[in-house]
């Protein structure tokens, strides 16, 4: 039952925002293989990959292990070079050390499992790695989109993204990941997947969200374009911005399509847990979450109506309405959830109380105790993306990126191709377009303040300078006279 | 009452800039006197003179604020520099002048004794008294009649001026331009001019000074604010003052300008702007105030004679303030420890007359475990002030650099030393940071590529294939820009920058005694530490000079978590394993 509501809830969110949130188990390194996956349009042809998961998975038995390694050697023997001339497996180099490592590498966002690559999604930075791992639940193709793989509309941030994972890239220009991983995958194989994309949003024009969204992604590719640097930082920082983008997507879709209010989040740069700007941090990261249980309602309302109009009149039978409509049985009046349903919506008529009893209700049901919701996603990824702390089990969390989204963050925010902002200015792009305060301009005690989260002014005060120690230790911000900062890619003018 | 009565707008605007220090007149009156100080037994007739009070009220007031004082007072305290020099050429050629910097930099100071170098110019001597449109409209008059402009302004106003009017005055945007340009970099080993001697003022061209880049604790304009603010001509008045011979201002003056002792201020102040936060001359002026005077009235000195509580060895440690709390940040002798001194201190096992001030106030020698039964803070205190005196008057007082880092650094800015041993040094201590597990090579960088799509990712298993020949490499110092170091001389170096020997821009490793210690001290991990923060990106950054071989790489793979590693040779034109070890 709840796996069939939970299922007609998802495939809901997914035809209107093109990916689905209800498994709560996302990744940056999922998003980061279906990217790759819909911009090359292949998978890796990985038997030699599948041979080094035998010979690798802690579950298997030594001689399991020895087996696959000998396959390995023996049916691809040129592959391995002087590598594959042992005579003692059990104890070779390749055995012990170049194999375990290599799945150390490929495992590092512990997305690599058990004995066939093919359900794993690889912490690689090359398309010839990419599998058809679908956890990404469309967060990789909705991406995609939002980048704009329609003509002129795409962006930059694309080309870069080819230009980094290309399975066909030159010896020479390869990073050191990649050289170490070719000679295990012999190629890769098309696979057709850019006609699945057809959501409502993203359909007709961009949303305000998703123009911000777009605008970050253009700001990045022209830093990384400045910058130059290695590749796979590059592309880690893509993909980040990937997994913030459909974090802030997914946390806008409460505003944006259910007509609630637009959050902000407090920026934490006490560094103490308990401190009033931690809190409060906290306390506005709890809104967002609860923002989106209520849209979650709202959609789920939404289903019903649709498949019985003045549902509340009737909720039971709204219900087996919307399970038919899907093709499945309907419930037994006499189960649990029957009753609880009944026993909620006794004492009242009306129909706005009904709604939300009634929707409670199923979410819990649909949701469990792992909260595979709307709000579970975006936990999960916002701690994943380094956006959301602690990593830890506590439900309360607060907003404290770590150096790399921060910089994601930073360089998404400002123009590289510009002169560094004053700091001021700065902070009103990172409102702007992250939905973020620090706490240094006039307006921002009164915003979080509209929440319910009061913080004093001089903590706020304190706070932003803290920030801004943070972006000049990150080399992001420099410090002038009389209180003056400048943010943005700084360079060390040469004499 | 009293107090808010007492208060002025300035005066509120004085304290916010310095915190409030908790008197505690009657813990150090009740303190015992010092066997060398005696207890004041004169008549109350201690006038203060206005001079004096000048020079005390620096400390904490608004004698401190240029605006405030009359010029013949100004010029009286005036510390020559080739600031006036530079602002003469400038407006004599017939171009505009923006005295920038920190509130307390000597702005107005500066500007308000350069009357005769600023003959013929529209001056605005301070902004903040001026709306933006005022400054503007005759900012714009005298560049229309080429005339030229001169403004000390704080940098906060002038970049929200800038900021405003920019789109209306596009040539305001080379103003903000020239702040973010003042400091470049050159290489270490190139010779360069230091004093400034090829800058060449230009008409219709506008010039910025920014102050806040003077270094205040440089050791000439320390050595000219010590000689300056203990000069006769300020304490006139004290050779006909009953209490003179028992006041610790007279004592204060006369040590620190003896040689000793005023060479170990001197030190003890370039060692403080060493530590590369910036200073103003008023938080200078003040501390130097407070050495002599110890915020004290002439009336309040007369009553606590020649106790070591007002004595300027201690006065140094004592007051609140940016120098003091430079520091107290590990250079005050007493947190200082040096065994073998320690001992011979405590156990007054040390010559007296060896101590310049000895003469004037005397030293005596005891064994303090004798007091130390009796009275064990007595004895501590006793031996805290006998430190610190121990410090400025004796010959062999020193500050202890126990920091190797300090020392490499140094090391690292001897050009006598090839610059190819220099660099060998850095590139170790690097490549050791990174893999403690490897002998650390000297003759090349290694880079290190770590993925994980997780930024708060546990693993940090990683590789690398590239390294980054010493030869591409380079050291470069900051310099100011040439008008900058005519105005201010020779400036300390705080840092230096590892980069590319091709362009610095980007690709570049800021190098100070900061990141020495945590290369000597840690190694690699994921914890947001500034060593790791400045090192993963330098590595990150530097991928584009890494050296390339088209059909071969050797390839190092270490996960520090397992200790496993790996060095594997892969051949990338059959794409294909050579070896592995």
């Known amino acids: 039952m709840s796996k069939v509501l939970r299922k007609t809830l998802s495939d809901e969110l997914h035809r209107r925002h093109g990916y689905r949130t209800m498994e709560a188990k996302i990744k940056p390194v999922h998003i980061a293989n279906a990217l790759m996956r819909v911009e090359h349009q292949c998978v890796g042809r990985m038997n030699v990959l599948e041979q080094l998961f035998i010979a690798t998975h802690r579950k298997n038995s030594t001689e399991q292990r020895i087996a696959a390694v000998q396959t390995m050697i023996t049916t691809q023997k040129e592959r391995w070079g002087a590598l594959g001339q042992v005579t003692d497996v059990r104890n070779s180099a390749l055995m012990t050390k170049v194999l375990p490592l290599i799945r150390t590498l490929l495992g590092a966002d512990g997305a690599a499992f058990g004995n066939t690559p093919e359900m794993s999604s690889f912490s690689s930075p090359t398309a010839l790695t990419v599998t058809a791992d679908p956890s990404d639940d469309g967060a990789g193709a909705f991406m995609h989109r939002l980048w704009g793989a329609r003509g002129t509309e795409r962006l930059d941030i694309l080309d870069l993204l080819a230009e980094l994972t290309d399975p066909n890239k030159k010896a020479a220009d390869m990073d050191d990941l990649s050289a170490l991983l070719a000679p295990l995958v012999e190629g890769t194989r098309e696979k057709k997947v850019t006609s699945s994309f057809a959501a409502e949003d993203l359909s007709s024009g961009f949303s305000a969200v998703e123009a911000e969204l777009r605008r970050a992604a253009i700001h990045l590719a022209a830093y990384e374009r400045k910058l130059n640097p290695n590749p796979i930082a590059t592309l880690q920082r893509v993909v980040l911005l990937a997994g913030l983008s459909v974090f802030m997507h997914a946390s806008t879709r409460p505003h944006e399509r259910g007509g609630l209010e637009r959050r902000f989040l407090l920026l934490d740069s006490s560094g103490e847990h308990f401190s009033p700007v931690a809190q409060a941090s906290t306390r506005c990261v709890a809104q967002l979450v609860n923002d989106a249980s209520e849209y979650l309602s709202i959609v789920l309302s939404d289903l019903l109506e649709s498949a019985h109009p003045n549902w509340t009149s009737n909720p039971l039978g709204a219900i087996n309405a919307l399970l038919e409509a899907g093709g499945h049985a309907p419930f037994d009046g006499r189960a649990k959830l029957a009753r609880r349903i009944k026993e909620s919506i006794e004492e009242t008529n009306d129909p706005d109380e009904i709604r939300r009893e009634v929707c409670e209700e199923l979410l819990r049901e649909i949701e469990g105790n792992q909260r595979r919701g709307l709000d579970g996603y975006l936990r999960m990824l916002g701690i994943r993306s380094g956006f959301l702390y602690p990593a830890q089990k506590n439900p309360n969390k607060r907003l404290n990126p770590s150096d790399r989204t921060l910089e994601v963050m930073v360089m998404a925010t400002v123009d590289a191709k510009l002169p560094p902002v004053e700091y001021r200015d700065f902070l009103e792009q990172l409102c702007d377009r992250w939905g973020i305060v620090v706490g240094g301009r006039p307006g921002d005690a009164e915003l979080i303040a509209n929440g319910g989260a009061n913080v004093p002014g001089r903590a706020l005060r304190d706070n932003s300078e803290r920030f801004l120690d943070r972006l000049e230790s990150l080399g992001l911000a420099r410090r002038l006279a009389d209180s003056v900062a400048v943010v943005g890619l700084l360079e060390a003018a040469h004499a | ?581």
């Open chain 2, 1 to 581: 009452m009293q107090a808010v009565v007492a208060s002025t707008p300035l005066g509120e605007r004085v304290s916010r800039l310095i915190p409030t220090r908790i008197e505690n007149d009657h813990l150090q009156r009740s303190q015992p006197l010092s066997v060398m100080g005696g207890k004041n037994n004169m008549s109350n007739d201690v006038r203060e003179d206005e001079r004096i009070r000048f020079i005390r009220l620096l400390y904490r007031n608004e004698t401190a604020y240029a605006d405030h004082v009359v010029v013949a007072r100004l010029r009286e305290l005036n510390i020559k520099t080739n600031l006036d020099d530079v602002v003469r050429k400038v407006v004599r050629a017939g171009g505009s002048i923006v005295i920038t910097g920190n509130a307390g930099d000597g702005k107005t100071h500066a500007i308000r004794l350069m009357e005769k170098e600023l003959k013929g110019a529209d001056v605005v001597t301070d902004a903040s008294e001026l709306t933006y449109q005022v400054i503007l409209q005759r900012w714009q008059a005298a560049r229309e009649a080429k005339r030229p402009f001169c403004i000390a302004i704080n940098e906060g106003p002038l970049v929200d001026l800038v900021r405003q009017y920019r789109e209306v005055h596009p040539w305001l945007e080379e103003v903000r331009e020239q702040l973010l340009r003042l400091v470049s970099y050159q290489p270490l080993e190139q010779d360069f001019d230091e004093e400034g001697e090829t800058f060449k003022a230009m008409a219709d061209t506008t010039v910025i000074i920014d102050l806040s880049h003077r270094q205040v604790l440089s050791d000439q304009l320390v050595g000219s604010m010590i000689s300056k603010l203990t000069d006769d001509t300020w304490y006139e008045s004290c050779a006909s003052c009953p209490a003179r011979r028992d006041c610790a201002v007279t004592y204060n003056r006369s040590m620190l300008r003896e040689p000793v002792p005023r060479e170990r201020m001197i030190k003890l102040l370039t060692s403080a702007g060493r530590k590369g936060r910036k200073v103003t001359f008023r938080e200078a002026l003040a501390f130097l105030s407070y050495c002599l005077f110890a915020g004290k009235s002439c009336e309040e000195l007369r009553q606590a004679g020649t106790s070591e509580e007002v004595r300027y060895y201690w006065n140094a440690f004592e007051g609140e303030g940016a120098v003091f709390e430079l520091l107290d940040a590990g250079l005050d002798p007493i947190k200082q420890t040096n065994a073998s001194i320690d001992e011979h201190l405590w156990r007054g096992q040390f010559i007296p007359e060896q101590f310049v001030g000895h003469a004037l106030m005397p030293l005596e020698q005891r064994n303090l475990d004798e007091i130390s039964e009796q009275e064990n803070r007595a004895a501590t205190n006793e031996f805290g002030q006998l430190k610190r005196r121990w410090y400025f008057e004796h010959p062999e007082g020193r500050l202890l650099d126990f920091s190797e880092a300090n020392a490499r650094f140094a090391k690292l800015q001897d050009t006598q030393t090839p610059m190819a041993i220099r660099l060998g040094l850095l590139i170790k201590m690097i490549n050791g940071w990174w893999n403690r597990s490897a002998d650390a090579r000297d003759d090349a960088l290694r880079l290190w590529t770590k993925l994980t799509y997780q930024p708060r990712g546990r693993t940090h298993a990683m590789v690398s294939g590239l390294n980054v020949n010493r030869m591409r490499l380079r050291l470069y110092r900051p310099q100011l820009s040439p008008v900058l170091r005519r105005a201010f001389g020779r400036q300390p170096v705080t840092h230096l920058l590892l980069a590319s020997a091709d362009d610095p821009r980007y690709a570049r490793l800021v190098v100070d005694p900061e990141l020495i210690e945590g290369l000597m001290q840690s190694a690699f991990s994921d914890a947001q530490t500034p060593t790791t923060r400045r090192l993963t990106q330098f590595n990150d950054a530097l991928s584009q000079y890494g050296d390339r071989s088209p059909d071969v790489r050797t390839i190092e793979v270490i996960d520090p978590q397992t200790e496993m590693r790996a060095a594997v040779v892969v051949d990338l034109v059959n794409r294909r394993y050579d070896s592995a070890n």
